[in-house]
């Protein structure tokens, strides 16, 4: 998943979404093996790759060409939903 930067893409994922940061590799030269998984993804995990050109940073936030890109499965929708409002998440 290409994002503008690594750190705000953590944060995002992380402490907005409550995903888990599983991987945070230093590659050199600014590049980073930053992966993050759903609390319970059961083996799913994303890739975040930090845009390197102005092609790239085009592509962020339409990724999938307009299309549905994840699914989260949850127990409790409802409490799921009030955490990322509360959060800052925004549903659309």
């Given at each position: ?12 994922y ?5 995903f ?7 590659l ?13 993804g059961?083996?799913?995990r994303?890739?975040l790759a930090?845009?390197a ?5 085009d ?10 890109f994840?699914?989260l499965e949850?127990?409790d929708?409802v409490r799921?939903?009030?955490?990322m ?8």
């Open positions: 998943l290409v994002v503008a930067n690594y750190d705000e893409a953590i944060a995002w992380v402490d907005r979404l409550g888990l940061l599983t991987e945070d590799v230093d050199g030269g600014g590049k980073r093996w930053v992966t993050v998984a759903p609390a319970n059961q083996g799913a994303l890739l930090e845009a050109d102005d092609a790239q940073r592509s962020i936030g339409n990724q999938t060409g307009g299309r549905v994840l699914f949850t127990d929708f799921d939903h009030a955490a409002l509360a959060k800052g998440v925004e549903f659309r």
